[in-house]
């Protein structure tokens, strides 16, 4: 995906969440309120499954992706101490944020944004057409169609509102955090899947200065910047300058992806410095 404006990678994945004791309503979801809204993403995930004539895995693994980002940002809006409403409206947000990816993928058999649609806003609409903000404050609701809505820009625009900005930023650093645990299992495994490593090379001896400059700059590498699969793993790292909260970048350190990515970077330069000063920031998280 390279000079995509989304933060996504359209990757499919081959593991389970770790907490896999998401797919289903729990008390946890009772007490955070939001039981009824899984209850409904459960069966709307299924009725796409049930009635697709093509492969459905991918629509398994979004709705894992989704229960797992759900799960990522609980614990985010738990350890920063969040509000109930503003807690709920992050839960939701997470819940929804790629509510579109089962229409777009029956649609047009792909999840790249770039030849189908623009999932975020169509998975507004959808929310909006199945009248799952109904019956809730208009304020909430506000919060969670404007976090779906954010949740794959490239950055957030400034002078958003507080707490827009909020809900935003737990999506898209749950959305991140559990990205990094598929790129993670894929980037074990030879050979590579093409479509995982953006048709990246392989060769040792590539390296880009441009992910190597933004890594000592403290900064997200962009995917235009890619020449070859280890500049991916550093991007990847890099990744943690854009946590928003320093419970994700705990969770970041604490689920050890980030890491294992790039233990496998080669021990030579250009890549000795880079890993070391991530490996650095990733002890600090
Ligand atoms: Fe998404």
């Known amino acids: 995906m390279r000079n995509s404006k989304s ?37 709307y995930a299924d009725g796409f499954r049930n009635e697709c004539t093509i492969d459905a895995a991918p629509l398994d693994l979004k709705r894992d992706h989704t229960l797992s980002v759900l799960e990522k940002a609980r614990r985010i809006a ?23 990816r089962f229409a777009q993928y ?24 199945e009248g799952r903000m109904e019956g809730e404050d208009p304020r909430l609701a506000r919060l969670v169609l ?18 827009i900005a909020a809900v935003a930023k ?4 749950a959305d991140k955090l559990d990205i990094l645990r598929v790129m993670h299992a894929h980037l074990e495994r030879k050979p590579y899947n093409p479509t995982v490593v953006l048709s990246l090379g392989d060769d040792p001896g590539m390296f880009g200065e441009a992910v190597v400059r933004a ?3 403290g900064r997200v590498a962009s995917y235009g910047d ?9 991007l990847l790292g890099t990744w943690l300058f854009d946590m928003n ?9 604490e689920d050890g992806h980030a890491t294992a990515i790039l233990a496998d970077l080669p021990d030579r330069p250009p890549y000795l410095e880079p890993r070391r000063r991530l490996l650095a920031c990733l002890d600090g998280a």
């Open 226 to 234: 890619l020449t070859c699969v280890n500049d991916m793993r550093l």
């Open 146 to 163: 404007s976090g779906v809505c954010l949740h794959n820009r490239f950055a957030l625009p400034p002078g958003l509102p507080e707490e």
């Open 245 to 253: 909260f320093p419970s994700s970048r705990r969770q970041f350190r």
């Open 215 to 217: 890594v000592m700059e």
């Open 7 to 43: 933060v996504h990678l359209d990757i499919p994945s081959e593991t389970e969440p770790d907490e896999w004791d998401t797919c289903r309503v729990t008390a946890r979801d009772h007490a955070d309120g939001i039981a009824s809204h899984k209850r409904w993403y459960l069966s």
């Open 78 to 100: 738990d350890e920063e101490g969040f509000a109930p409403p503003l807690a709920r409206a992050c839960l939701l947000a997470a819940l929804y944020h790629d509510v579109a």
């Open 106 to 129: 029956i649609r047009y058999r792909t999840f790249k944004d770039r030849e189908s649609c623009n999932h975020a806003h169509l998975g507004m609409k959808i929310l909006k057409r």
């Open 170 to 173: 737990v999506v898209r650093d």
